[in-house]
């Protein structure tokens, strides 16, 4: 594999340097020099010590130090994750000074299960789980925000497993069994009960099923059940597993797979979704035709060429013009995409480099590729004398076509050398046009995990095989989840919290609003911020139209013994940090209905009104 890979790099050092803002360095020596920068920059943003983020609590991952336009400085679920199957891959690969960082994420995600939040709590039934962020201390973020996000449960089932099977490996599995596993266990016991309801994509925008999401949970469910195994302990959430997997099948197309499914959103479905979730659930050593839906499989080559052909468009991505087919380009999210203005993102060229990394190294492993009609296009854009059929290493196109995946990957890798400073710093996205130079949040954690992930792959260091040999997706789709038992990780730290009792209340409350302007209620409930407007609950204006400016939340109003009125006002959240708008007029009242803590969703109580009082102004920000 060295020889191949310095073959494909020596093909591309001309152009890759030529291009670069760094000086002449060439690819290799880029590489280099940024996965050291990269990884560096990663522990920089990871409390208690990360040197970007001062009040980063212990083990917490912050998306990035920027605090304003866009304010990032939260932790995400997911993308810490992510970020943290790198860290252990790394680790796992011998860099050994990174397991304190390690063991700061078990604890922190041990205590952050325990948190209760606008999803949600823990107890009774693992609706907080499925919180995208908190506050970079580790509290509560009660904004108003897409929730829940269903992948950070999965996603770090699996960073953990990935730490807990080494740690067996080790002779530790008593510490996995006592301290990790109950980590595991709720997050694997939200996949199981909720990977059949809606919730918002990666990107926090899109309401319904997720590509993305539903890969995640797959591999969660398979690799919880063998570790549970291990273990002697039973994992009633992972019999979902076929099921999961049965779904997953829905999202192609016949040409590539729709994002997201079972919503209205008005996309065509094409997104990086779909790229970054074959390389989340990449086993080397899975055969192409895995129904999981691998970097190679053929559906997924399809996926990818289409997907990078929709950002060829040089009237939608003119960063992109000139380039010719079968070299690497500047790659987005989706190309509906306006979030500042809708640009190239450093961990999506990033990711697709590291597909088509995965993909040669599953070739490697298995000896063959098998190019059908599905993968034919995609493999004729790199090697126009592919043709249909299967070629074992003895046939002379192996090589070849190996060679020419690893050469496009490279290519795609120079793209983002071109595009990024001196100084090696990477924000999330590069502006599409002219100066092409970076832009939204600086020094972002996710788009540095995705070059030391990347390099991995391209240096053949390959994560551990999770597949059994052989899956097979049942016949017939159904879907009945099963209602998890969650408890606090007290082992690893998280406090022992007990169950609440709550109402569940349905506000609806008419308020003409202006975009950005977000209504809240504050209220005698810790739910409702007793009293604090920043604590103060989210409503949600999802069915609001201009007939109807509705705000509503079915809400869990924690309720203390003996309380039996709630005492509560709408309040306006104005844009641009200008003050909150309070109703008029004295608090309203309710009666508190009887408080349940056996995780019934039954609506308790329903108010439905209008505001009362001046409406509020954009600042114009
Ligand atoms: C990003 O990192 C660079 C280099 O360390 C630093 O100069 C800059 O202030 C950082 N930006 C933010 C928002 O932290
Ligand atoms: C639930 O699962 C069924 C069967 O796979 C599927 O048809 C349906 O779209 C799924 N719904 C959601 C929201 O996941
Ligand atoms: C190229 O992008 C432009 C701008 O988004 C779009 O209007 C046009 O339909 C795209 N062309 C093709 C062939 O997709
Ligand atoms: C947590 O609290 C419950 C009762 O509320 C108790 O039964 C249990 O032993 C406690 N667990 C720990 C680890 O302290
Ligand atoms: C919001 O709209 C959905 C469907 O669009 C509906 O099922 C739900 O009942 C509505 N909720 C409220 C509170 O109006
Ligand atoms: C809310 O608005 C709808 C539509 O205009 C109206 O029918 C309803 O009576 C209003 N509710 C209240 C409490 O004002």
Partial sequence: MPCLSKLAATALLGTAASASLLPNIGLEKFIKAENKIALQAVLDNIGPNGAKVPGAGRGLVIASPSKSNPDYFFT??????????TLIDEFLFGNKALEPYINDYIYSQAVLQTVSNPSGTLL?????????????DGSRYNGNWGRPQRDGPPLRATALIQYSNYLISKGKKDRVKKEIWPIIANDLAYVGQYWNASGFDLWEEVYGSSFFTTQAQYRSLVEGETLAKSLGIPCPACAQAPQVLCFLQSYWNG?????TINTNAARNGVDANTVLGPIALFDPAAPCNSPSLQPCHPRSLSNFKNFVDTFRNSTLYPINRGIPAGRGVALGRYPEDF?????????????????????????????????????????????????????GVLHPAYYVLIAAIRNYADSFVSVSQKYTP???????????????????????TWSFASFVSMTHRREGKLPPSWLPRSVSVPSVCS??????TY????????????????????????????????????GNSPTLGNGNLDTAYPLLSNNYTSERPLWYA??????????????????????????????????????????VSDGSEDILATVDEAFVGQGGKTGGC
């Fill in 76 to 85: 995400w679920t997911r993308d810490a994750a992510l970020t943290f199957r």
């Fill in 124 to 136: 009774p039934n693992g609706g907080g789980l499925g919180e995208p962020k908190f506050m970079a």
């Fill in 255 to 259: 040409k590539y797979y729709t994002a």
């Fill in 339 to 391: 979030y500042f203005n809708g640009n190239p993102w450093y961990l999506i060229t990033l990711g697709s480099a590291e597909f088509l990394y995965d993909v040669a190294a599953a070739y490697l492993k298995q000896g063959s590729i098998t190019i059908d009609s599905t993968s034919l296009p995609f493999f004729k854009e790199i090697y126009p004398l592919a043709r249909v059929g299967q070629f």
């Fill in 422 to 444: 001196a100084n090696g710093m990477m924000a999330e996205q590069f502006l599409k046009s002219e100066p092409f130079s970076p832009i939204s949040a600086a020094n972002l």
């Fill in 479 to 484: 879907a009945s989840p099963v209602k998890g």
């Fill in 487 to 522: 408890a606090p990780a007290t082992a690893a730290g998280a406090p022992n919290i007990t169950t609440p009792c709550v109402s569940n209340i349905l506000f609806q409350v008419n308020a003409t609003t202006y975009y950005g302007e977000n209504i809240y209620v504050t």
């Fill in 554 to 595: 079915v809400i869990p109003v924690e309720v203390t013994k003996g309380q039996t009125t709630l005492k509560y006002k709408y309040a306006r959240q104005q844009d641009c940090g200008q003050d909150w708008i309070l109703e008029e007029g004295s608090e309203r009242e309710i009666q508190v209905p009887q408080c």
